[in-house]
């Protein structure tokens, strides 16, 4: 499942797609465009634009505008566990894609058609496509965002202390809770918690306010240098996220366990 810095990275490129009219929509797809009919996203949005592209966590909306200048529906795209947002330019100019990180690779050899599950086409000749070979993205109108929480990029202090303060949860598990704190996933949690030395399993609430201090720059730290180089999977630790690895710190054996249902690598020294 991409997390909040592949999200934000597909969020630079819809940016891309900003104040160019619509001239037409495929939304045939009637699993990717839930719960809409064929027809009903194209209806809402053909003849207007695309003026702003917002994210919080894994969340991605567009605001739009009509025809004639009032204001429309917000359209939400959700990649799923491997969609592509890919924006090509007017024509006679360069394109822009995202696939998973910052490169700029266009339609890849192995694409078929059949997996553009939604697309939007601009009278400048350029579109916007959601390519997803796995059909676990969604594209929809009025998307619901108000049970996420804060942003983890965004989080201030007093919220994250308070988020931390306020369950029993393990530390793992309460990092990962959307309701609580918004973008973060499995690899960006096992990252975070690793660069700071804390147990995944340790209760939440026993952190002290200078550790969940620590605990919320190591994160913004590291999702900024995520968005940075591409994605999560760029993280220090990832790498070694399997049985033949040790810790590259201290050289202990990494240790595989289960937090929350989700599966866990961390160093069996420093945050056994």
């Known amino acids: 499942m991409p997390e909040l810095p592949e999200v934000e990275n597909a969020r630079q490129v819809v940016e891309k797609a900003l104040d160019r009219t619509i001239s037409d929509i495929d939304d045939h797809d009637e699993y990717e465009c839930r719960p809409h009919r064929p027809g009903e996203i194209k209806h809402a949005l053909v003849g207007g634009r695309l003026t702003a592209a917002h994210r919080r966590g894994k969340a991605m909306w567009c605001e739009t505008e009509t025809a004639d200048g009032a204001e429309g529906p917000t359209l939400g795209i959700h990649l799923g566990m491997g969609g592509r947002v890919i924006v090509t330019a007017p024509e006679g100019e360069d394109s822009s894609d995202y696939g998973g990180g910052n ?10 058609p059949e997996w553009t599950r939604f697309s939007m086409s601009f009278d ?6 959601l390519f997803d070979k796995r059909r676990l993205g969604r594209v929809r109108l009025e998307p619901d965002i108000d049970a996420l929480g804060p942003d983890a990029a965004e989080i201030t202090r007093e919220e994250f202390r308070s988020m ?4 029993k949860a393990p530390l793992k598990a309460r990092l990962l809770d959307q309701n609580a704190i918004a973008g ?7 990252e975070v918690l690793w660069q700071t030395s804390l147990s ?6 026993s952190l002290s306010e200078s550790d969940a201090d620590e605990l919320r720059r190591v994160l913004r730290r590291c999702t900024r240098s995520a968005i940075r180089k591409g994605g ?5 630790i990832i790498p070694y996220r ?16 289960t937090v929350g249902g989700r599966t866990t690598w961390f160093c069996s020294k420093e945050q056994g």
């Open 103 to 112: 490169a700029k690779i266009g339609v890849r050899k192995k694409d078929k």
């Open 124 to 129: 400048d000749g350029g579109q916007l496509r």
């Open 164 to 167: 931390i303060a306020a369950s």
């Open 184 to 190: 973060i996933g499995n690899l960006l949690a096992d």
């Open 200 to 205: 995944p399993s340790r209760r939440s609430n």
């Open 232 to 236: 999560v999977h760029t993280g220090e």
């Open 242 to 257: 399997n049985a033949d690895s040790n810790c590259p710190r201290c050289g202990a054996p990494m240790k595989r366990g």
